[in-house]
């Protein structure tokens, strides 16, 4: 039996939802001591934050970024869009430009459209668009493997996502990368099995989850630590006692001693030893964050109400006391939901869109205020895309979509990957009468770019993204996609293992 294997048929997920686990080890790692073969990137001395943003229930990413070109023997992309979309289209005066867009083709297929707009309510991302800290992936989504048309998608000779208009497997399998399997770990987990070593503390997790339980922060040796946006050092764990409690600090000590007297107990099993060892670390780790969290700094940014804009300004304070905390390498994960919209579509994204839209705005300004906006990189995931035609109120499961990335080092002002045309007719790409298109550009190859500039190796490319090698090869310099910057900074020369699937 391999150690994935006894984990996993150790009930390790089961025993996460007890009350003594979940309050004491999730700021840690559980599986940690049960020792990981993993490789190592060299521990890095500089910060850097990886911020995940889900949008669960498949956000219609075809009404957030719109093609709006009208030029008679030319680009046409409005009018084929609006054509298509019919009582779904956004009129083509309510949209918002972005400035001289630049969409090349990706992997041979060609960019459809030249000019673009956002949704009507997106005036955050359409500016830092224009300012060139956000960019757009256009058709990205969930691939095994390169699929090239329509005439391969439906051969039979490809391997496919399970459960390709499934909320579950699709809302699972952007957070894993490997859509072939419904038991994989995290992207953010395996990065953080990489990386965590360069923190001070070890006993604090580097991956914070907003949303409690994920798949994308799910190691080998990593888990998440959940907190809420009430970002407080008495909301970090333990509760503190009362302050009306004039001896406090002697009732604390005793918890603690009771603690330390019940997990010295030495156990025969190895799981409860396991166990016993990451809970009486985590005492010392609550300690150590919320003496952090008091040195969180007064900041100007302003913030919307919404819980979105509460769990990204919470995220921002986190960030703010990075020091205090020893930390290098941090990933944060949001889930913001509500998208399933297959009736009242429109409105449902006049409500929603603007959310996101002020929320990533607001994080961006307060990164610029903390001096670190290029150190932390945000992006956007959901299920899937929407079908491009209505169903008479809204629209339906589909493929691949478009999402966003912004930041100081995103080379923005660009639509990356390969806008498809809106022609179902044509489109070789569109495997649907409904207008359902074949990513262009896979989970692995956003990934893979986004880990080589957190720092990881390419010789451990293949341990966060165990399909990269269908995609990718690496070379020195040579990016999966193009759109972070590394600002100058040499990538070794190293090869690419060849067989990724080995994972």
């Not at 799981?271 to 300690?287: E, G, R, V």
Request: proline letters at 4%.
């Amino acid at each position: 039996m391999n150690r994935r294997d006894f984990i996993k048929q150790s009930g390790c997920a089961a025993m996460g939802t007890t009350t003594l686990l979940s309050t004491l080890t999730n700021l840690t790692t559980f599986n940690g001591a049960l020792g990981a073969d993993i490789a190592k990137s060299a521990p890095p001395s500089d910060y850097k934050a990886l911020v995940c943003i889900l949008l669960a229930g498949g956000i219609d990413s075809y009404n957030t970024l719109v093609p709006m070109g009208n030029t008679p023997g030319g680009d046409n992309g409005y009018n084929e869009y609006s054509a298509l979309r019919t009582d779904l289209a956004i009129d083509r005066n309510q949209l918002l430009a972005l400035n001289n867009p630049q969409c090349s083709s990706f992997r041979g297929i060609p960019c459809q459209y030249g000019a673009f707009g956002v949704h009507p309510t997106m005036t955050g991302m359409r500016d830092l668009f224009n300012t060139g800290k956000v960019a757009f992936m256009a058709n990205i989504g969930t691939l095994v493997e390169p699929i090239m048309n329509k005439t391969e998608y439906q051969s039979g000779l490809k391997k496919l996502p399970l459960g390709i208009y499934s909320h579950s497997d699709q809302i699972m399998q952007w957070q894993t990368s490997v859509p072939q399997s419904r038991d994989a770990l995290g992207v953010g987990g395996r990065l953080a099995d990489l990386l965590h070593a360069s923190n001070t503390y070890q006993e604090i997790s580097m991956n914070f989850s907003l949303s409690g339980k994920n798949a994308f922060q799910r190691g080998q040796t990593i888990t998440e630590y959940s907190i809420s946006n009430n970002i407080d050092p008495n909301n970090v764990g333990f509760q503190a006692l009362p302050s009306w409690w004039s001896n406090s600090g002697y009732l604390t000590q005793v918890r603690d001693n009771a603690i330390d007297s019940l997990v010295s107990k030495t156990y025969a099993n190895l799981l409860q030893k396991t166990y016993s060892t990451a809970t009486k670390n985590s005492t010392a780790a609550f300690d150590i964050f919320k003496q952090a969290l008091t040195k969180v700094p007064s900041m100007s940014t302003a913030f919307g109400t919404d819980e979105l804009s509460r769990n990204m300004q919470a995220i921002a304070k986190v960030i703010s006391v990075r020091e205090f905390l020893g930390t290098k390498r941090q990933i944060f994960f949001v889930t913001y939901g509500g998208w399933d919209m297959h009736s009242n579509l429109l409105t449902g994204m006049n409500q929603r869109v603007p959310v996101v839209s002020q929320a990533l705005k607001s994080f961006y300004d307060a990164t610029v205020e903390l001096g670190i906006a290029d150190k932390v990189t945000t992006f956007t995931i959901s299920d899937f895309a929407r079908t491009v035609t209505s169903n008479g109120q809204g629209s339906d499961h589909a493929w691949g979509g478009n999402t966003i990335v912004m930041g100081g080092s995103v080379n923005g002002g660009k639509i990356y990957g390969s806008y498809p045309k809106m022609d179902v007719a044509t489109y070789n790409r569109n495997i649907s009468f409904r207008g359902n298109f074949i990513p262009a550009v896979s989970t692995d190859e956003f990934y893979a770019e986004l880990a080589l500039w957190y720092g990881v190796s390419p010789n451990d490319l293949c341990y966060v993204l165990p399909n990269l090698g269908n995609f990718y090869s690496y070379a020195a310099n040579q990016y999966p996609v193009g759109f972070m910057n590394f600002n100058g900074t040499a990538i070794s020369n190293e090869d690419l293992p060849p067989n990724c699937l080995s994972y």
